[in-house]
């Protein structure tokens, strides 16, 4: 599903790009990265992991964000989206260290074996949980979060 989505974003981009006169060939490298992170995430098994495959999809998001380079409206989302990002990032990995502190593991079998089994401090588990949430809600833009998305506006033809 994500490749094929992937496919979709490369078909319907070429015409568009095109059309605003923003054309480049680093953009199908950049979503080919995205992609990969998304597939990444699909698969990790560790919270270190789904962090880096995190981050693998956003960084590029970024560049993406600002690819309409002599745009400022453009440059400035991507700015804002990128210290978003990083703010999101620290929270996510603030959050997976409680969580390390609490359970003795970043892996996700094993924070589930040691809830299982009760030996993990529930004080710095539900603030851990909590930390990664909001760094995953401010990644995807959920409610309450939506708020403080940048406003990645729609590009217009240069003339």
């Given at each position: 599903?994500?490749?094929?989505?992937?496919?979709?974003?490369?078909?319907?981009?070429?015409?568009?790009?095109?059309?605003?006169?923003?054309?480049?060939?680093?953009?199908?490298?950049?979503?080919?990265?995205?992609?990969?992170?998304?597939?990444?995430?699909?698969?990790?098994?560790?919270?270190?992991?789904?962090?880096?495959?995190?981050?693998?999809?956003?960084?590029?998001?970024?560049?993406?964000?600002?690819?309409?380079?002599?745009?400022?409206?453009?440059?400035?989302?991507?700015?804002?989206?990128?210290?978003?990002?990083?703010?999101a990032?620290?929270?996510f990995?603030?959050?997976?260290?409680?969580?390390?502190?609490?359970?003795?593991?970043?892996a996700?079998?094993?924070?589930?074996?040691?809830?299982?089994?009760?030996?993990?401090?529930?004080?710095?588990?539900?603030a851990?949980?909590?930390?990664?949430?909001?760094g995953?809600?401010?990644?995807?833009?959920?409610?309450?979060?939506?708020?403080?998305?940048?406003?990645?506006?729609?590009?217009?033809?240069?003339?």
């Open positions: 599903m994500l490749l094929l989505s992937g496919l979709a974003g490369v078909a319907l981009a070429y015409d568009y790009l095109n059309r605003m006169g923003i054309e480049s060939g680093e953009y199908y490298v950049l979503l080919l990265f995205s992609i990969v992170g998304m597939i990444l995430i699909g698969m990790s098994g560790d919270l270190i992991m789904v962090f880096l495959a995190l981050e693998l999809l956003s960084i590029p998001l970024y560049v993406l964000a600002g690819i309409a380079v002599p745009r400022t409206n453009s440059e400035e989302a991507a700015i804002k989206y990128f210290l978003l990002g990083a703010f990032s620290g929270f990995v603030f959050g997976t260290a409680l969580v390390y502190g609490s359970t003795g593991s970043t996700l079998e094993e924070i589930i074996a040691a809830i299982g089994s009760g030996s993990y401090d529930l004080t710095l588990l539900l851990g949980a909590g930390l990664v949430l909001v995953l809600g401010f990644k995807v833009a959920v409610v309450p979060f939506h708020m403080w998305t940048p406003d990645v506006t729609r590009a217009r033809p240069l003339r």
